[in-house]
């Protein structure tokens, strides 16, 4: 682990180790030429000199292409099958993945229809041709190359038949880091793409980061190039073709995904942290749903023997699986309970764009380096929201009043419903990684508070978080129009807030009253605390006379 967090530093005398790793990387492959209608003719005129270039010979391509890719299918006895937009071609992989472990190659081919750029030619009075793209892009046949490499294990390309060829490319961090480990004789069981007890934590963290560095990225571009010109291109332009149209293509960053993972000493003990923090946090963070996925067994409370085998392969999850989930447009936060003592904390990138720092593989380790920034922020946010403290300082002081400047601001008073509501709100949107602005906090406050402030708009947003930034509550990202509150004051507000909804606001609704009716048959050791505590409150307030 690079950056430590509060979150893992809490946990960790329960933790057996802890380490980082880059999971999923999507990249794009794109013939910068073939994006516009000049560079696409300038590429015509260089593989074919002195040819007309016609609409019916770039569908000659895609023609050569599917003929070419069936046959070399049928040659080398590989499974080619056509599966519909709703089947997950990686999971039909799997199944078709060669059982011999020094394989490398090609070992399945599927075909599909998705969306491409495919280029319309029409001619002027003098004969020359005109290249035009379509509005919507059509729907056209594209191959999905499945391959075994050396170094990055299961690879997954994704390229259409019609020039200019564009590709995907899907790896996976953890097989590189598998195989990294295996050939340097380092310990590592793995269980449904996470290394579990028995793996070699601090080596196996050590390996991890080499990929987020610049090293990472030739490695990455290295077998980019490796496969796609000799295994993939190939079907639709020779080697020669290639170098004479000097065909190259450039990559760009399109998904992304990083993750942490905390080893527990027992599974007792994760399950009993992990769904302890959802009960807190979930309201705390305005969490909507959650999903489960039950598993068949239930996570053991002694610890399993290290000396298991040097390889470990689960495909089925055997244990109860339960996401907690937040998104902000296309950047997604999910925490999730991995096998039977792993608790996975990951950041997913649907869109590249969300990390405003472009979208060429070039820039991938400064990638890297903001989604571990996010993770972190993310995991203090987790933190500050489930152990939220009081410091012992008046609680008044929040509502009295500040000076910014020469002008006096008011104070934050937790206790009226308005400032409440605000409060409630910033801690749901603490963990948006790009902060959040003023219409966004109006939003928030009417989405939970709808019924009790209806009228609540951008411009009291704006006046409230005035106020708390006089309090340190909440602080401005520079060079933005936008907010982001402060962590350890965050521990404070929700500090506050508990002591509100979970302490007064119980006690004195039934204080009043002596009886308290029939006790439950198995009560908590929280309502049996709340019982004393009526009780208790219930003679003080007779003895001050307050109530008869």
Known sequence: MRHTDDFTSYLGDLLDGVYDCT????????????????????????????????????????????RRIRAFAQKHHIPFECLGSGERKHDRAEQLRPADPAFEGVFAIFVGQASALVW???????????????????????????????????????????????????LNGHE???????????????????????????AIEKIAARLDAEAGLARLAKVCERWLYSACLCFGLTREQ???????????????????????????????????????????????????????????????????????????????????????????????????RVLRVEVVVLNIDELRCGRSVQKLPGMLGRLEAILTRFLCVVQAAHTGFLDGADPDALAAPTRKGKKRVAGVDLQKPRMKAVAEALVGLSPAPEGFSSAQLA??????????LPDYNKRQAAYDL????????????????????????????????ILKDKVIKPVLAGVCRASQGRAPNRASGTDQRYVKLRGQMHELLQELRLIT
């Open 242 to 340: 290639q170098q004479r149209s000097n065909f190259r293509y450039a990559y760009s960053c399109r998904q992304i995904e990083y993750s942490r993972n905390l080893l527990f000493h027992r599974g007792s003990v994760l399950d009993e942290v992990y769904q302890g923090m959802i009960e807190r946090t979930r309201p705390a963070l305005n969490l909507q749903t959650l999903k489960t996925i039950f598993g068949r067994k239930k996570r053991l409370f002694q610890n399993r023997a290290d000396g298991a085998p040097m390889e470990k392969s689960v495909n089925t999850p055997a244990h109860d699986l339960t996401v907690f989930k937040l998104r902000f447009g296309g950047l997604m936060l999910k925490i999730y309970d991995k096998s039977e």
């Open 120 to 170: 319309q030619v029409r001619h002027n009075s003098k004969g020359q041709p005109l290249l035009s793209r379509p509005k919507n892009w059509r729907m056209v046949n594209h191959y999905y190359l499945h391959i075994i490499d050396r170094h990055w294990g299961h690879i997954s390309v994704k390229i259409s038949g019609h020039p200019p060829f564009g590709a995907s490319i899907s």
């Open 443 to 452: 939003a928030q406050v009417k989405e939970q508070k709808g019924r009790e």
């Open 23 to 66: 999971d999923r990387i999507a990249l794009s492959a794109y013939f910068p030429l073939g994006q516009t209608s000049g560079g696409m003719l300038t590429w015509w005129n260089q593989l074919n000199p002195g040819a007309p270039l016609t609409e019916e010979r770039l569908r000659d391509f895609a023609g050569c292409f599917a």
């Open 176 to 202: 590189w880091v598998q195989r990294q480990a295996a050939r340097h004789n380092i310990a590592w069981q793995r269980q449904a793409n996470c290394f579990v007890a028995g793996s070699d934590y601090p």
């Open 466 to 497: 005035r106020k708390l930034r006089g309090k340190k509550l909440v602080e401005r990202m520079e060079g933005k129009r936008k907010y982001r509150v402060c962590i350890p004051q965050l521990h404070l507000m929700v500090g506050q807030l």
